[in-house]
């Protein structure tokens, strides 16, 4: 019986990561994460985007991104706000789970 092997990195969300390490993880080109900062998707720390860091969040904003575009062709302003509405939903599920 054959069997797949997946191999993976866990990366916590105050982990940095560079505008390649990004790129890399999420098998995505270094024009396709500048647009997605000039969309307002990630807000990466540094100035420069040789100088950019990403937080394990963008990462996770990223890898949604890709789907939505992948799966449902969504366009990057879509997929902006499905990424608000998500965290606003999770946001408000958060404190209905305090109580």
Known sequence: M????????????????????????????VEWIMALVNEGILEPAGTRPEDWFFSGVALRRVLVVRHLQRDLDVNLSGAALVLELLEERNALLAKINLY
């Open 2 to 29: 054959d069997y797949d092997i997946l191999h993976g990195i866990v990366i916590e969300e105050s982990e940095a990561l560079s505008l390649s390490e990004l790129c890399q993880i999420c098998n995505v080109e």
